[in-house]
């Protein structure tokens, strides 16, 4: 069964320094989304991209944030200047056309420091 | 707006016994709901949705739309269904984007 896979599957950082976290989505799939969940709470929309453009973000999802489909095959968040309240789990999804449900990738766990 | 309540944080019950984790939902269009499951340290899988009107490892979940409910039924709960149980909403206003209740937790004890 095909899978969204996710790297790294933890990672650690500074307060202040950027981080990327790539995701590999399912290869003929259209729609493309990150998630979060800080620890101990619900997963929370962040972004989705459609069309190689961003066609929905939350709140959460300011300036520092930041998604590309750079080669046709991953996508990638980047967190421009991380800071402390990042640290969560992060979660890439994709779907396919007539939606019938994410597959979700394994996660990336960031912890800021 | 459209939200998820799931009004349980942890559902704790013994090996054999019923199972039902609650849902409801706000949504003010047709909705399409969603349960999804994520056992210890693993990705969120889908585990059922209300248009499939399937039933996956036991689960089912009926749709009430006149009470607004999606809730998750097991009659008889076995170890390996511990895990965090998320009801989602598929708005599609927004591109396909799901909003997520909080979660239960549920626990099966021998």
């Known amino acids: 069964e095909p899978e969204v896979t996710q790297t790294p599957s933890h990672q650690v950082t500074q307060m202040g320094q950027e981080v990327i976290l790539r995701c590999v989505p399912i290869s003929n799939h259209l729609y493309f989304y990150w998630y979060r969940q800080i620890l101990g709470q619900k997963v929370e929309f962040l972004v989705s991209?459609?069309?190689?453009?961003?066609?929905?973000k939350s709140e959460i999802f300011d300036d520092q944030f930041s998604v590309e489909r750079p080669d046709g095959s991953n996508f990638t968040l980047k967190i421009r200047s991380t800071k402390l309240e990042d640290s969560a789990m992060y979660f890439c999804?994709?779907?396919?056309?007539?939606?019938?449900?994410?597959?979700f990738g394994s996660g990336t766990r960031l912890t800021v420091v | 707006a459209q939200r998820v309540t799931q009004p349980e944080k942890l559902l704790s019950v013994f090996k054999g016994a019923p199972v039902e984790l609650k849902c409801n939902y706000s949504?003010?269009?047709?909705?399409?709901l969603f349960w999804y499951v994520q056992y210890s340290r693993q990705r969120l899988q889908l585990l059922l949705r209300h248009i499939s009107r399937e039933s996956i490892k036991g689960f089912t979940a009926d749709l009430n739309k006149g009470e607004t409910s999606f809730h998750l039924k097991k009659p008889f709960a076995q170890e390996e269904d511990s895990a965090m149980y998320y009801c989602a909403l598929h708005f599609s206003g927004g591109y396909n984007k799901l909003i997520f209740g909080a979660g239960t937790r549920l626990a099966v004890h021998p």
């Open positions: 991209f459609y069309n190689n453009e961003i066609s929905e």
């Open positions: 999804a994709s779907s396919g056309q007539g939606y019938n449900g994410y597959t």
């Open positions: 949504y003010s269009g047709s909705p399409e």
